[in-house]
């Protein structure tokens, strides 16, 4: 999201992701090859892979931080408000979605747009890649 873009940098995201995939193969292709050597010089480094890990985990939460307690506040009000409303229409399902216990519920719906829109917009803004 937007959000995410202007918290995070997504160059620095995209080469520790980088590093920690290029950290992570040599790892494999070390252990396959049973070579002692290289999987002892790799572990050296593992503290400083997690803390990369740590990093990007830092930064999408960042984000959802933010952002949680003015959704719980919206949550809560909305979910009062529509509490017996259908509020959505599924093309070609109806009001009712066909999963037990849920139905047409503010939950369902606010899952698939988010799902749908989440993704959606990680594309646009370059925050994920297409491979």
Same mark, same amino acid.
């Not at 050597?37 to 960042?62: D, G, P």
């Given at each position: ?93 109806? %009001?009712?979605?066909?999963?037990? +216990? *849920?139905?047409?519920? &503010? @939950?369902? %719906?606010?899952?698939?747009?988010? +799902? *749908?829109?989440?993704? &959606? @917009? ?10």
């Amino acid at each position: 999201s937007l959000a995410n873009r202007l918290s995070a940098d997504p160059e620095k995201l995209r080469s520790w992701k980088k590093e920690i995939s290029e950290y992570y193969q040599q790892l494999r292709e070390a252990q396959k090859s049973g070579d002692k050597k290289q999987i002892e010089k790799l572990m050296k480094r593992q503290q400083y892979i997690l803390q990369l890990n740590n990093k990007i985990l830092w930064q999408s939460t960042k984000v959802t931080l933010v952002f949680i307690i003015p959704l719980m506040i919206a949550w809560s009000f909305l979910g009062g408000v529509y509490r017996d409303v259908n509020i959505a229409y599924f093309p070609g399902i109806g %009001w009712e979605l066909p999963i037990p +216990l *849920f139905g047409g519920s &503010l @939950f369902w %719906w606010y899952m698939l747009c988010s +799902l *749908f829109f989440s993704t &959606l @917009f990680s594309h646009v803004f370059g925050l994920t890649s297409v491979e």
